[in-house]
């Protein structure tokens, strides 16, 4: 397995997620019951395996060894990536201030709730395409395969360091309990 190889299984989790949070939100709007901790359970995927695991490797590794064989960071892809993760992060943090308003009984903050969850849904689902589709191409035709081995092993001890042993599969075992809810 190539490191863009086990960044692309990755996305195929984020994407499932994307679309049970897209179905969370259809629930909200439509004033239907959604569990408060199935919105939350969300929210730790999203923040632990979407940002700090995924968007971690890339960010710590993968984009600057692409970076080392030239390509520019800035006005580069990396660079667009790289602002986009942190777009991602706002809507975010946006969502999960929303999401504590709710908690407390602020029916109001739905709507701030699903619209930043909503712009996180999209503006990841095109993010995750242009990665799929151009940035990791890129990185295989450019990162020497000495390189890639050495980024695999470092990918291992990201999992490892920032979000724990086996946490990976409990986060996809959370998936398969939430799409049994959501999207069934």
Known sequence: MTPTEQLKEEHKAIKLALEILEKICQK?????????????AMLEFIRTFADKCHHGKEEDLLFPALEETGLPREGGPTGMMLLEHD???NYVKSAAEAFEKIKQGDESAKEIFTKNARNYISLLREHIDK?????YMMADM???EEVQKELLEKFQKVEEEKIGQGKHEEFHRLLEELKK???V
């Open 87 to 89: 777009q991602g992060r």
């Open 131 to 135: 990665e799929d589709n151009i940035l």
């Open 142 to 144: 450019h990162i020497s």
């Open 181 to 183: 809810t959501y999207l």
């Open 28 to 40: 909200i709007e439509a004033k239907d019951e959604v569990r408060q901790s199935d919105i939350e």
